[in-house]
């Protein structure tokens, strides 16, 4: 009897549970599907195939939530109905999943079909799973037959030879659907189809389905079947070359010269794809003519897509004619690009146009490509120069330091001396990247003294921005180049006449001090603070009292307590009340 009671007391839980399935709640019954494994397993395989999952088929009806973790869990229920032997048991519930409204339901229930039908046997994938495709795809509504177009690839390769000829004039059929919705699913699941038939299908029956529906009304449709095109174009090409400039070039020429500009654009960027899937030959032939016409489109997202497609598409050229069409094709329509007057078009062509100077190689670049660096970085969109200055790299390898200081430099000098102080701030920012691809030796010859003027700007932002430059740069160039450079240049401006000046100094002070430690801090950055605690000017004393608050974690005890602590002890005395406050500040703030 104490046995029962125990048994009664552990499947008490499980009650629970299957009890909240049927709650009005909805946070309740959601609660009891995420924990439905619990539940199968607490009944046993038996009761779950008998109970369970028969009840569950009832509750379909229920908030899309609930629907959507239900979808979920079933996919990872074979073991818990007993085994692959017996996983077409949940076929009835996820059928009834793939037919409702809410897409994002369908399509996990559509996942969780596609998951379990790798556990059916070829006898109940053929005696269960097919009849069910077949169901799904002549339903009455249009739900069903969406699904339906996802779950074709999965059963059709273990199919016998009758049923994969169904199954295939099933799935043209839903290409030819009255609905939008319906052709659009199979159009976005064609390609995955087009890999599941043999070569013969493939020429004979899924080529006419994907010509059809890339000359479908809807443009929704025609842009997801230049997806499937591009599988389509590779599967032909391994086979028969001849038949990808048969069937399949009029298609793409048709595609890049379309009415929508949204199938434009899906071509445009998925054009390295299809390139890759043609081949070679049909590339230098044909494509190169359609990428022509793309860099060229009336709509600015086309060519910004194409624009950014450059470089990769000009290196996977043919290596034999891989100039001449850079030269005499490409370029043409990138020197248009470069003055393009939407911005986004300019920012992903300076992404990628640094990347042609290996594949032109260094007379070329010099000759060809430098002028439109120049455009470029004299461009007054920020993303613009920043592209080019971050890709610097690619052309100092071809055309080395001493060529990129005669062409580009002059340029970046230019704008770093601008009279409009926002032009200058631009540049600012991008010194350290600059650095960083250029060198240390490279950047104190010729960067290194303006950084410096930089500190002593007219204008405020200038002078903040060169101070947060300074830690970029000895984070890049260590220590001992600061110790060698900065700290020197520093402390000559805490020296200053103009006030402005040395207040920078202390900016400065404050920004370095994490960056170059508590040593070089102590030997060269300390002293200067505390000489400075004398000013004549009250702004400049509070600033060492603010200064000294933040460096004192870093500097040793010692330094502090002999030191730092005294200094601002003597300024808790000043005359000026903000240098009091700070100094006291400083002190609580010490402990």
Not at 50 to 70: C, G, H, K, N, R
């Amino acid at each position: 009897m104490a046995a029962a009671d125990t048994n009664d007391e552990s499947l008490y839980p499980i009650a629970v549970l299957i009890d909240e399935l049927r709650n009005e709640d909805v946070q309740l019954r959601l609660n009891s599907i995420k924990k439905l494994s619990t539940i199968g397993l607490a009944l046993g395989v038996e009761r779950t195939r008998s109970e369970l999952i028969p009840f569950l088929t009832d509750t379909i009806y229920d908030e899309d939530e609930v629907l959507l973790a239900l979808a979920e869990q079933l996919g990872a229920f074979t073991s818990l109905c007993g085994g692959p032997d017996f996983v077409h048991c949940l076929l009835p519930p996820l059928e009834s999943l793939a037919t409702v409204e809410e897409t994002v339901v369908r399509d996990k229930a559509v996942d969780s079909l596609r998951l379990i039908s790798s556990e059916h046997s070829a006898a109940d994938l053929e005696t269960y799973f097919v009849p069910m495709v077949k169901r799904l795809s002549v339903g009455d509504w249009f739900t069903s037959r969406t699904s339906a177009c996802g779950l074709f690839a999965v059963c059709y390769p273990r199919a016998s030879t009758a049923l994969k000829q169904e199954l295939r004039a099933q799935f043209n059929n839903l290409c030819q659907d009255d609905t939008p919705m319906v052709r659009r699913a199979a159009a976005a699941k064609l390609g995955e189809f087009a890999k599941a038939v043999d070569k013969e299908c493939l020429k004979n029956d899924v080529l006419p389905m994907f010509q059809r529906l890339a000359a479908d009304e809807q443009d929704s449709v025609r842009l997801l079947a230049v997806e499937a095109g591009i599988v389509i174009a590779e599967l032909l090409s391994a086979m028969s070359p001849a038949d990808v400039e048969t069937h399949m070039m009029p298609t793409i020429k048709a595609a890049t010269e379309d009415k929508s500009w949204r199938v434009r654009y899906v071509i445009a960027d998925r054009f390295t794809e299809l390139q890759r899937s043609v081949g070679p030959e049909l590339t230098r032939r044909d494509l190169v003519h359609h990428y022509q016409n793309l860099l060229k489109d009336c709509e600015a997202e086309v060519r910004a897509a194409s624009a950014a497609k450059l470089r990769d598409f000009a290196v996977a050229l043919p290596p034999e004619s891989q100039s001449e069409v850079i030269m005499n094709s490409l370029l043409p329509a990138v020197k248009d690009l470069v003055q393009d007057a939407n911005q986004y078009v300019k920012t992903a062509l300076a992404s990628v146009i640094m990347g042609l100077s290996p594949v032109m190689g260094k007379e070329n670049t010099m000759e060809h490509l430098l002028p439109l660096f120049l455009v470029q970085l004299k461009d007054d969109c920020p993303e613009v120069r920043l592209n080019i200055i971050s890709n610097l790299e690619a052309v100092n390898n071809v055309i080395g330091v001493s060529q990129l200081r005669e062409s580009l430099l002059p340029a970046i000098m230019e704008l770093a001396e601008d009279g409009k102080w926002r032009v200058r701030l631009a540049i600012i920012e991008y010194i350290p990247l600059l650095a960083g691809q250029l060198g240390h030796e490279f950047f104190d010859e010729k960067l290194n003294t303006l950084c410096m003027t930089w500190l002593g700007d007219n204008v405020f932002a200038i002078r903040e921005a060169a101070t947060l430059n300074l830690r970029k740069l000895v984070d890049l160039f260590g220590v001992d180049w600061a110790r060698q450079t900065v700290i020197p240049k520093v402390i000559q401006m805490s020296r200053a006449q103009n006030y402005l000046h040395r207040m920078t100094a202390l900016f400065a002070i404050n920004v370095l001090a994490a960056a170059i430690g508590c040593e070089c801090l102590q030997q060269t950055l300390v002293p200067t603070v505390l000489g400075m605690a004398r000013d004549d000017v009250a702004n400049v004393r509070f600033n060492v009292a603010k200064t000294f608050r933040h460096i004192c974690p870093i500097v040793d005890r010692a330094t502090v307590n002999e030191k730092i602590k005294p200094t601002l002890d003597k300024m808790q005395q000043d005359s000026d009340t903000d240098v009091r406050f700070f100094a006291t500040e400083a002190i609580t703030a010490l402990g």
